[in-house]
């Protein structure tokens, strides 16, 4: 008996330390395991963005204990979508996988009261992409 293929999405900024790390948590909260998650940055940061941690803290999703983590080849090709935030040329391409690309204000060096509406953004893009990968948001 063979197990239905899940969905694997990819999200890459620069640095992963901001919109990269909360879209991946909003698509493994809301997604759980319908769908593989990966995030990761063309030159990460030492550490998540403390702003995003708190914004994320805000809406119930820790994500305290995630560090950012460097963009692989092998990680663009186990992916079904790629979803890059501002990487520009240093994302690299392969046909057959489709690529996104989501253009959202940069949350560096930014407080939490400038981080909400980027976390807001990002959870309604991550609803809208479950719902064309036909994936139900948890409640």
Known sequence: MSTPAVPS??????HN???????AAFLTHLGGPRVQVRSA????????NAAVVE?????????????PKVL???AVQASDVVITMGC?????????????DW?????????VTAVRPIR????????????????EAAA
Not at 55 to 67: C, N, P
Not at 103 to 111: I, N, R, S, W, Y
């Open 9 to 14: 999405v990819l999200f890459v900024c620069v």
């Open 17 to 23: 330390a901001g919109r990269s790390q909360m879209a």
């Open 41 to 48: 940055g063309s030159a990460p940061a030492d550490t998540v």
């Open 55 to 67: 914004a994320l803290a805000e809406v119930g999703i820790d994500i305290s204990a995630e560090t």
């Open 72 to 74: 692989t080849t092998e």
């Open 88 to 100: 520009g040329d240093a994302c690299p391409y392969f046909p057959g996988k489709r690529y996104l």
């Open 103 to 111: 253009q959202l204000e940069d949350p560096a060096g930014q407080g």
């Open 120 to 135: 807001d953004e990002i959870e309604r893009r991550i609803r809208g992409l479950l719902t064309e990968l036909g994936i």
